[in-house]
């Protein structure tokens, strides 16, 4: 292993940028390679076994480029992939569930923890299951949340289409207070003004995202992997299946960087 | 390996209690043992060999109790001994101060971060190698605050004369201001509201060991290693080589656990 090689991240399509952010901050000396599946998302309403399929071949591509760990930035698949890819591999493989779920432990008090998410991450209760198991006393409250990827995704996510919709999907936790809420879909950061309003201040969102990053951090240290000879500036590779122009559009904002310039690739049946 | 088996804490004296406190939280099925070298406390001042043989000595204590994973809940002895009693366990060991690195670069907004710990732990630079190995941005202010450790372990943490030493202690602060301040040892955080108070509400205090419980849990689960069987209440053991009494005093009220009674264990020379 060389130091030097990449952490590879995966996701449906722009949300796992909001883990890339994290990482910027947080791991300043690390390169990094991102593959967005834009073409095919969203992943949340897909069966589990299109979902594993997809994974699959988002880890090949990055395989292929010699990455020193991957981290699958996607609930939906760290939900129904994780445990698989993480068993097959020789690399060290993390996903964003179990992180999101420690730090809402962490940070709750009353118990009372929400969980919004895309359809597939809910539907496999991914989430409550890891948060009983820690936590049992833990009361959680899931929901889903369709129409919020598409929002981000389509970069509409500062209109007034987009809070409306905020407002009507968290509508359920009204009668059913959380002080506690854990945004279970990377692509939720990037709605967060949004929802903490919506939900109020005193309500702390758990962005899964940002606290994997800490584990990545953990794993990297426990491991001996973490790049400390780094003499030159970090690299950052992006790829797409989908519009480079979109991809870039909303990296640039996201990330605060104005030089990202991502590389279209196909998956799949598309590639042949 | 049984998942029964229960995660080893080591510290100086009462000051890994603010650890186990986490872990009471964090890790509700995990079966605890501690043991504090009360008897020998303060570390802080003592030269890094002596601090190594003692903290070896603690180790070999915990894993005649079987554990499955072991918490170095002390700067002092993870600043000199982490290193060697990792390399040489077969369980996985972990420390507070890297925990503890990370989480001050994730909340820092000006990159100014204070340490403070014992003279052992700011003499050994550990943070600042850390810190600046991980941020290379980042400014480093560490300071040694040497009388905070007895007045801690005296149980004299409430009085005015604690107050008077910490608001004397930090002055140093006031002409070099950072944004996050780590509270580079582990009693610190019984001394948390009145550090709070002379450093002002908006300098974020990191709590290494509330740091690390999570890092402990990240690699549980990465290890396939957390307890997911727990039937009935988890058990807590506690050693001390120093008064019982005074232990359980602090214990009592630190972890709000009543039924706390600690055994009185010697070590080294002593128990010949």
């Known amino acids: 292993m060389d130091k030097n090689q990449p952490i590879g991240f995966i996701d449906s399509g722009v949300g796992g940028l909001t883990v890339v952010k994290e990482a910027l901050k947080q791991l300043p000396n690390e390169n990094i390679i991102y593959l967005g599946d834009t073409a095919r998302c969203p992943y949340g309403p897909r069966p589990a076994e299109q979902v594993i399929a997809f994974t699959w071949e988002m880890t090949r591509f990055l395989l292929n480029k010699n990455i020193k760990m991957l981290v699958i930035a996607c609930n939906t698949a760290t939900a129904v992939a994780l445990e698989e890819i993480k068993k097959t591999l020789s690399i060290p493989v993390i996903g964003v569930i179990l992180p999101g779920s420690r730090a809402a432990i962490k940070a709750t008090h009353t118990n009372q923890i929400g969980v919004i998410g895309t359809e597939g991450t809910i539907k496999s209760a991914s989430y409550e299951r890891v948060l009983q198991e820690k936590s049992p006393k833990a009361k959680i409250l899931s929901l889903a949340c369709p129409k919020f990827v598409p929002i981000v995704e389509s970069n509409q996510f500062q209109t007034s289409v987009a809070k409306k919709i905020v407002a009507e999907s968290l509508r359920y936790f009204e009668k059913q207070p959380v ?54 500036e970090r690299s950052m590779t992006f790829y797409t299946t989908g519009s480079t122009k979109m991809f870039d559009q909303i990296a640039k904002e996201w990330l605060k960087e104005n030089t990202i310039s991502s590389k279209h690739i196909a998956l799949g049946e598309e590639k042949s």
Chains 1, 2 share one sequence.
Request: glycine share 8%.
């Open 179 to 232: 002080d506690t809420l854990i945004l279970g879909c990377t692509h939720y950061p990037i709605l967060r003004p949004l929802i903490q309003n919506v939900m109020g201040s005193k309500v702390k969102l758990i962005d899964s995202g940002a606290e994997t990053v800490g584990e990545v951090s953990t794993l990297l240290d426990y491991f001996q992997m973490a790049n400390t000879t780094l003499t030159t």
